[in-house]
């Protein structure tokens, strides 16, 4: 069975996955009852979670909703550190993740915007470096594992800046490979292998290493490293599947 839901995961195209994982969760689900791991996103719990990625690494995947170990650790810490879910605001999220976007669609507090350029769930078509929206638009921004797609980073998070209210934020989440000083691009190389040897996924364009909070502030936000994973014990991050090494980065506009 393992075997089976690795291949598919790994096969199938994601907007495919995305399109019927509703389906796909409910069959799946059923071979993974019991109480060892737990989603705080859908609220369910089950044996163990899914393999996911190119390796097919164990116990990864919520059956039901599709989280992944970010998607759990920032739901809590949208939760419980910020006023995500109670306050007033006008909130942006571009590539909106599957796990998440049908449950901001339906909180009633949010004024919510989904944005994508080529997302079949993005209400809004659009190009992260130009976005069709006024200055101080939003006072959130959630996006999350899209800067390492684009080729000119600073043009997007300069407009990242721009539409963010004066005392907006926003979540900038990127894969890192924190044992890496320095973010390693290089844009002469273009082929998907050579893209996926490089840069650790065939439509990547760099692999960020620790300045990341600093490329970020080139365009002018803030930028702090929350440890928010600290905040749990030993017996939570396991049974949430959480990534130790995870970093939240928490930017805001800047005073210009
Ligand atoms: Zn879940």
Redesign the pocket.
């Given at each position: 069975m393992k075997k089976i839901i690795t291949f598919l995961v790994r096969k199938i195209p994601r907007p495919i996955l995305i399109k019927f994982s509703f389906l796909f969760s409910k069959i799946i689900s059923v071979f993974y009852f019991g109480n060892k791991v737990e989603?705080p996103?859908?609220?369910?719990h089950f044996r163990k979670f899914l393999p996911y990625g190119n390796i097919g690494s164990d116990n990864r995947l919520?059956?039901?909703?599709?989280?992944l170990e970010r998607h759990?650790l920032l739901w809590i810490y949208l939760k419980e550190k910020t006023g995500f879910f109670t306050d007033k605001l006008d909130v942006l999220h571009i590539a909106p993740e599957q796990?998440y976007y049908k449950k901001f669609e339906k909180l009633k507090n949010l004024n919510y915007t989904t944005a994508d350029i080529v997302s079949p769930i993005a209400k809004v078509k659009m190009d992260i470096k130009e976005m069709p929206f006024n200055d101080n638009s939003f006072d959130v921004l959630l996006c999350n594992h899209v800067l390492e797609h684009i080729d000119d980073e600073l043009k997007a998070t300069k407009e990242i800046n721009r539409v963010l209210k004066p005392d907006g934020w926003a979540i900038l989440q990127v894969p890192i490979d924190l044992n890496l000083e320095k973010t390693y691009e290089d844009f002469s190389i273009t082929d998907p292998k050579e893209r996926e040897k490089h840069f650790g996924q065939y439509d990547h364009v760099r692999q960020y290493g620790k300045d990341y909070s600093q490329r970020l502030e080139r365009s002018g936000l803030k930028v702090t490293e929350v440890n928010f994973i600290d905040s749990f014990t030993e017996e939570q991050i396991e049974r949430y599947r959480f990534d130790k090494s995870e970093i939240i980065y928490l930017c805001k506009k800047a005073d210009i």
């Open positions: 989603c996103v859908c609220g369910n919520c059956p039901s909703c599709l989280s759990r796990p």
